[in-house]
Each structure stands twice: as structure tokens, then as C-alpha cells.
């Protein structure tokens, strides 16, 4: 048998086999469409939709053993236009300036900000002498000082303070989150602050969302009401989504532990409380005689649960994690009321897609990712178990087992995601996970669904109380794990080809038949050594010019022991270093990268000062300069950086070359970049001028 024939032949092994595939392609197409470094123009998208329909037509004329193959490309086309569509979709305007004045809105989402700030979330803008046409759609402003002596966030209220607001900014370095992109299709317009209290402007109109967002603040009131504290507010972020009352330190005990999932409304509350409801609901039917013998009892169990599932979803907010997780459900309890498998690859295969369809920048995060990975892994791994009628010993020891295995499958599928994305591993994280999780699934979501029967008649503090029992186990768990000594461990991050070779490795794994599909670990491995000989940045300076980070043997140095506090400690975290600013500023002594030297020049007197600099040096600033600035050289002021975003040094000597995040991003529609010129040196002039500094 010749090539063709073995490759037909292997083709054709994979026919009943290849729905799993579908996402897949569809991902690619995605991220086809996010990996340009330009925007699409409107014939290249029209191309893409009429080559998919052309292939899927195509496709039908074609031999089976090679259809498949063009239905993978068709769908690969098909992604990347939901992707360009999905972006045109969300257009707004941005801000381009820093704008101070007053900013009027209606309160549409109250949560914290990462320095434990409230922050409010505001449509229907309006800013001083600022056209309709250039106003964000929504802006995100967090209060601060006298800000909280105004009246207090209402949901659906329309509010006006004086803030600061500027446009959400790009990555703290070339390659890293890019925040821009995440405002885009949140579509948020400005993000700043304001020190003084609001004022309310007018009441909230009726409006069937915001009256959900209404009956949500009102039940986490009630929660933390009824509840003390951080259980208090773990038990409101279970219920509605809302994490506003979790203090600082539980947060990182949580995260610390790898418990943090369980904060979030994710598969694991929306399956719980639908697997309850579905229990629940059979073991009454199943008490009724009449039910029981005429009626589909399992169907009708599926769809109470469903609508439980339905109910939830509006009571935590509908967030995208939510979201995502609902949809997980639905499909599984819909393949019940259709007679299907309802823990399939095929289930999980057509939840992915419509989550790709309905938001395809879904793909580029970690919720996305982490809660494939590991249901796509439970249900390959169970499914095997389940072929090879493998049991996990006797009957007693099952749930246990069962217990043990799947948090440690799920850990094991998510942790190289969660390390790339948030550059931490939790060591004792399945222990911890092995402590909480049951209690979750057997206490808290059961008492979550009993407050909710018993709340009409005033008796909601019974399941709130028991549950509350719980929550304390949880936390205190947390606490004590994360109090262990080496409890969190920190990693570098990885470059960009590393979780797609891994992901596509181990998709290959499960989802191919036959032999071959063992060189989809040969592909993990690949990666794991692609993330090991990775190379952090020599030099890393902030799109702001008001922090500069080198890389010493004792870490990354930082020019500046307080400020850009977020940038530092991405740098930081990116570097698998869990040290504090202050830690690593005291490593900044004098900086020699084999003869280039680094000049940061921090506010408008040390500019004002500075009169020459050798041949090769990058002369660093966060004030605009007042005069002309020496052209022996590379000088990075706020003008510069903002044409650039941030600029990374890569490597030493005369091989090193300048990095700009602008390099790597490329000019897309939510950079902004696009509307300044490159005024900043071309890549090979830059990287002339630094060779030429250290040699």
C-alpha cells in the first residue's frame, strides 16, 4: 500500500470519530484572526465566508477519506469571519486623551478593584465638551477618598461625579495581556478614578436587566446580612457573582491554595446545583406512582433542572465564566430530553462551538481554556475508564475515588494553563481541592437551593446558616494550606507557541484514533522544553516611561521601589519571581549590559536636567522633554512610548535587539496605536544603535 493509500486508510479510521474536531477549527480560524498584526479589510472577511461555504461545498464532491480535510480548512475560514464580525460588532469609541471633568452614567456593574477599591461600571456616558460621537459607550471608574461620602451604587441609577478617565491601557510588556483588547469587547471606552462623592442625577428607569441587577445586589445584601464577614461574602460570590465582600487576604489564601475556582459561578456551581436539581427532581417523581409509570420522570427531571440552571444564570449576572458554564449544562441536559449521552466528547464538542460562536475572544483567556481542558479531560479520561470497564475498587470506596480522580485529572489539565497565564502553581492545590470540593457539591449548593425555596416564607437564614457551615470548612482549608511552607510556587511565563502546541498535542491524544495519536504527548513534550528554554526580556521599560526592569542573577531589578505598582508586579509574576517591588528595587544599583547604559530620568526636573548621553545609550523618562533631546541617542519619552507601548530588550551584546509591544500586537483596531504615527526609530535602526552601544 502506497502514501495515499495509508493516509486514506487513516482517514478513514477517524470517520465517526472527527465531530470533536469541529471546535477545533473553528479555534484556529479564531485565532488566525487574532494573531495578525492588522485588521482584516472587508474583502479580505468577504473572501474568507465565501471560501468556506465554497469548501463545505467542495467537501460534498470529495472522497470521504479527504472531506474531512476540507471541512476542517472550511471551518478554520469560518472562525476567522465570526472572529472580524464579532470585533466590528462591539466597535465604540475609545478615548484618546486623558480627560478630567464630569462624567455622568447609569450604573450598570459594581465590583472591586484590584487595590479593594468599589468600582462602577457606567453606560450611556456623557463627558463635558465631548461630542456623542466620541464618548465611550461605557467607562469604568473605581472610587476613591471622598468618593465614599456620596451616596451609595444602586444598580440602574444614573450618577455624576468628576473623575479621571483614560484609555485602558496596552501590555505592561511586548507580548503580554493585552488589556486593550479585553476593554474592546467589554466594550469599555475609558477606565480611571474619582475622589469625589457622586451624585445622583435622576432614578433608574425600568429596564428588565437592570431590574435582575436589582434583585442580585439585593440577595448579596441579604447573604452578607445574614452571614459574617468573608463567609459572608464567599457565600454572596457562590450565589450572585458579586465578590465585593471577600476580603484581600482570603482572596490570596484561596488562590494560594487553588481554591479560587470555587469563588467563581463556573461548571463546577452550575453543574452542582443542576445535578442536585435533577436528583431532586427524580426522587420526588420517582415517589409518585402516577409519574413514575406514565410520565418521562428522567426527562422532566432534566428540564426542572434546566430551568434551575436558567434561574441561576440571571441571578449571578450572566458573566461570560457563567455564561460559558450554563451553556456546558444545557447541552448536557438537552442530550437528555433528546435520549443522548449527556457526558460526551460530542457534548462537550458542541458547548465549545457555540461559546466560539456567541463570543469568539472567549478563546484568548484562561476561563475559557482552564474549564475546556478539564471537562474535556474528565470526560476522555471516564470515557476510557468506562470502555475498558475499569472500576475504582468497591462500591463504598467509589465516590471517593471518584472524588480523588477527577480533582486530580481537572488539576492536572488546568495547571500548565493557570502557570502560563497567572505564573503561580498551588503545590498542596489537590489537597486543599480534595478537602473543599465535596463539601461544596454535598453542603453548600444544597443549602444555596433550600435558602432559595425557604426565602418567600422569611426562613432563607436556615439554608444560609448551614451553609454558612461550609463556607467556614472552605476557608478555613485555605488558610491552612496557604499558610504551608512552599505552598505557592512561582513559574516563568512562556512564549506564545507553547499552550497552542500543547493544546493541540494533547487534543491529538484524545481525540484521534490509532497509534498515531501518541504523537500528540510527543507534541507536550516539545512544548514543556519550548517553555523551559524560554528567555525572559534583559530589559523591560513601561509604556509609560515611569518604570524601567533589568534582568540581574539575583532577578529582575526594578529602577523604582514604589510606582506603576501593576506593571511591576506583572513583570515580577511574569519572571516567576513572587518578590515585592520594594525587594526588587533594591537590587537596582548600577546597571552595565556589556557597556549600554540605561538613564531613567523620573519627573520634569531630572528632564530638565539632563544635557548629554553617550553614543548607544536609551535614555528613559515619564515627562515629556521641554527641549530638543540629544540625537547620539535612543531617548523613550511619554511621546515615544505612546507610539510604542512598551519596549523590551532581548538578549545581550551585539546580538541584543529592541522589542515594542507595538511589534508584537501590530496595529488592530482596539491598540489604538493606529492613530499615532511611528515616531520611534524602525526595528533595525533601534537595533543598529544598540549593537552599536555594547560593543
Not at 503580554?176 to 432614578?203: C, I, M
Not at 504551608?484 to 491529538?508: E, H, K, S, T
Amino acid at each position: 500500500m502506497g502514501p495515499n493509500g495509508r493516509l486514506c486508510q487513516m482517514m478513514l479510521i477517524q470517520r465517526g470519530h472527527l465531530f470533536g474536531w469541529l471546535p477545533v477549527g473553528m479555534a484556529c480560524g479564531i485565532a488566525l484572526f487574532f494573531g495578525l498584526k492588522f485588521d482584516p479589510s472587508a474583502v479580505l472577511i468577504l473572501g474568507g465566508a465565501v471560501a468556506a461555504v465554497g469548501l463545505i461545498i467542495l467537501s460534498r464532491a470529495l472522497d470521504q477519506a479527504v472531506s474531512p480535510v476540507t471541512v476542517f480548512m472550511a471551518l478554520i475560514a469560518f472562525g476567522f469571519v465570526m472572529a472580524a464580525w464579532r470585533a466590528h460588532s462591539v466597535a465604540a469609541p475609545v478615548l484618546t486623551w486623558r480627560y478630567y471633568g464630569p462624567v455622568e452614567g447609569r450604573i450598570v456593574g459594581i465590583d472591586r478593584s484590584g487595590s479593594d477599591a468599589v468600582r462602577l461600571t457606567l453606560d450611556r456616558v456623557k463627558l463635558d465638551r465631548v461630542s456623542p460621537a466620541k464618548t465611550p459607550h461605557r467607562v469604568r471608574i473605581s472610587l476613591h477618598g471622598n468618593a465614599a461620602l456620596g451616596i451609595a451604587p444602586e444598580p440602574g441609577l444614573r450618577v455624576m461625579t468628576t473623575a479621571h478617565l483614560s484609555p485602558p491601557s496596552g501590555p505592561v510588556e511586548p507580548g503580554g495581556f493585552d488589556f486593550q483588547r479585553h476593554a474592546w469587547f467589554a466594550e469599555l471606552g475609558g477606565v480611571g478614578y474619582t475622589r469625589v462623592p457622586l451624585l445622583a442625577v435622576s432614578q433608574a428607569e425600568f429596564d428588565l436587566r437592570q431590574e435582575v441587577f436589582r434583585i442580585r445586589t439585593a440577595v448579596s445584601a441579604r447573604v452578607r446580612a445574614v452571614l459574617p464577614a468573608d463567609v459572608g461574602g464567599f457565600a454572596a460570590a457562590v450565589t450572585t457573582g458579586d465578590r465585593s465582600g471577600m476580603s484581600k487576604d482570603a482572596l490570596n489564601d484561596l488562590r494560594a491554595s487553588n481554591t479560587a475556582h470555587l469563588l467563581a459561578i463556573s461548571g463546577l456551581h452550575m453543574g452542582l446545583l443542576s445535578g442536585f436539581v435533577f436528583a431532586g427532581l427524580r426522587l420526588a417523581f420517582a415517589l409518585i406512582p402516577t409519574i413514575a409509570l406514565h410520565w418521562p420522570a428522567r426527562k422532566m427531571a432534566a428540564g426542572g433542572a434546566l430551568i434551575a440552571a436558567c434561574v441561576y444564570l440571571a441571578l449571578s449576572g450572566g458573566n461570560v465564566a457563567t455564561e460559558r458554564a450554563f451553556i456546558m449544562v444545557a447541552v448536557a441536559l438537552c442530550a437528555v430530553l433528546f435520549d443522548r449521552r449527556a457526558l460526551s466528547l460530542r457534548a462537550v464538542a458542541i458547548a465549545a462551538m457555540i461559546v466560539l460562536a456567541l463570543r469568539p475572544e472567549a478563546l484568548m483567556g484562561p476561563g475559557f481554556q482552564m474549564s475546556f481542558a478539564a471537562t474535556t479531560a474528565l470526560v476522555a479520561v471516564f470515557g476510557w475508564m468506562r470502555n475498558g470497564r475499569i472500576t475504582l475498587g468497591p462500591k463504598w470506596a467509589r465516590p471517593i475515588l471518584g472524588v480523588v480522580l477527577s480533582s486530580a485529572v481537572a488539576g492536572l489539565a488546568t495547571a500548565p494553563i493557570g502557570a502560563a497565564h497567572f505564573n503561580a502553581v498551588a503545590h498542596y492545590g489537590l489537597i486543599a481541592n480534595l478537602a473543599s470540593v465535596p463539601l461544596m457539591g454535598m453542603l453548600v449548593i444544597p443549602a444555596a437551593v433550600l435558602a432559595l425555596l425557604l426565602a418567600p416564607l422569611g426562613l432563607d437564614w436556615i439554608g444560609l446558616w448551614i451553609m454558612g457551615w461550609g463556607l467556614r470548612w472552605i476557608l478555613w482549608v485555605a488558610d491552612t494550606v496557604a499558610g504551608l511552607d512552599g505552598a505557592r510556587g512561582y513559574v516563568a511565563g512562556p512564549n506564545a507557541w507553547v499552550l497552542p502546541i500543547m493544546a493541540m498535542g494533547a487534543l491529538v491524544f484524545i481525540l484521534w484514533q490509532g497509534r498515531t495519536r501518541f504523537a500528540g504527548l510527543a507534541a507536550i513534550g516539545i512544548s514543556l522544553a519550548l517553555w523551559q528554554v524560554g528567555q525572559r526580556p534583559t530589559v523591560l521599560i513601561a509604556d509609560t516611561g515611569a518604570l524601567i526592569g533589568v534582568m540581574t542573577d539575583q532577578g529582575r531589578a526594578l529602577s523604582k521601589e514604589k510606582g506603576a505598582g501593576f506593571v511591576a508586579r506583572n513583570w515580577l509574576e511574569n519572571d516567576g519571581d513572587g518578590v515585592e517591588q520594594n525587594f526588587a528595587a533594591a537590587r537596582w544599583t548600577s546597571v552595565d549590559l556589556a557597556g549600554l547604559r540605561l538613564v531613567h530620568l523620573s519627573g520634569k526636573r531630572a528632564a530638565a536636567a539632563f544635557q548629554s548621553c553617550s553614543q548607544g545609550d536609551i535614555v528613559v523618562m515619564n515627562t515629556d522633554p521641554e527641549g530638543k533631546m540629544p540625537d547620539t541617542c535612543l531617548v523613550l519619552d511619554p511621546k515615544v512610548l505612546r507610539t510604542t507601548g512598551a519596549v523590551a530588550i532581548i538578549g545581550q551584546g551585539a546580538g541584543a535587539r529592541i522589542v515594542s509591544a507595538r511589534d508584537i500586537g501590530g496595529d488592530r483596531m482596539w491598540s489604538g496605536w493606529a492613530r499615532y504615527p511611528q515616531t520611534l526609530l524602525s526595528l533595525k535602526k533601534r537595533s543598529n544603535l544598540l549593537a552599536e552601544g555594547m560593543q
